[in-house]
């Protein structure tokens, strides 16, 4: 089962504009939940973070967003810049008894910002 | 800071052969380490993880086995590929609220 989705298989935004990239859950025992960029053939990059004990979390230009009440965040992007473009991965952190918590991926959407 | 190694960063091996991808972290001690990979059009299936020498935790059943000899090293292997096990492998440690991930290992099996 896909614990955390990403409906959204890609997205293409103006330069300058907002990116808006979501993500759903449906284990409500995720603690953590992180946003990824990856580009092709490289590891992904860590972007952002936020505890399920807080609702907003800014860095930059990056905001993500939590709504725990429907299980879904999103990662806001403003302004966006065409060096954007990339494939972002939401991933939750799950305590799944004792020392180890894993991380799980959505499936990532393509964002390609346009000049 | 914390660094990850992982070799080779692509390989070509026929069906049948087998498989040995190194991971190596430098910066840390005794880290939570994982074994990723993202297949063609597909998100990150975590494959394995370890939370100490010789401690092993398998996700999904496979053709792949890891092992972990030393502190700061975890390694996939396989004993015979498939074509299924083409993807792109990904090591990585974790802690509380971030996670690393290696430059990766592009596999291709022929």
């Known amino acids: 089962d896909q614990q955390v989705k990403q409906n959204s298989p890609s997205l293409s935004v103006q330069e300058g504009r907002i990116s808006i990239l979501n993500c759903d859950y449906t284990n409500s025992m995720f603690d953590y939940f992180l946003w990824y960029k990856k580009y092709p053939a490289e590891g992904p990059t860590f972007l952002i973070s936020?505890?399920?004990?807080?609702d907003k979390n800014e860095d930059g230009r990056f905001t993500v967003f939590l709504n725990k009440s429907a299980k879904h965040l999103s990662l806001h992007i403003v302004p966006s810049q065409p060096g954007d473009s990339a494939v972002y991965f939401c991933?939750?952190?799950?305590?799944?008894?004792?020392?180890?918590?894993?991380?799980?991926f959505g499936t990532g959407t393509l964002l390609a910002v346009q000049p | 800071s914390q660094t990850i190694h992982q070799w080779p960063a692509t390989l070509v091996q026929p069906v049948g052969s087998p498989l040995s991808l190194e991971c190596t972290v430098e910066?840390?001690?005794?880290?939570?380490l994982y074994w990723y990979r993202q297949a063609a059009g597909r998100g990150l299936q975590l494959l394995f993880y370890s939370v100490g020498i010789g401690q092993i935790s398998s996700e999904v059943p496979q053709n792949l086995s890891a092992s972990r000899p030393q502190d700061r090293q975890f390694i996939l292997s396989s004993k015979k590929l498939l074509l299924s096990d083409s993807g792109f492998y990904l090591c990585?440690?974790?802690?509380?609220?971030?996670?690393?991930f290696g430059p990766g290992t592009r596999l291709t099996v022929t």
């Open positions: 990585a440690w974790g802690q509380t609220s971030r996670w690393y």
């Open positions: 910066g840390t001690s005794n880290p939570n």
């Open positions: 991933a939750a952190r799950g305590a799944h008894g004792g020392a180890t918590n894993k991380l799980i």
């Open positions: 936020i505890s399920s004990i807080k």
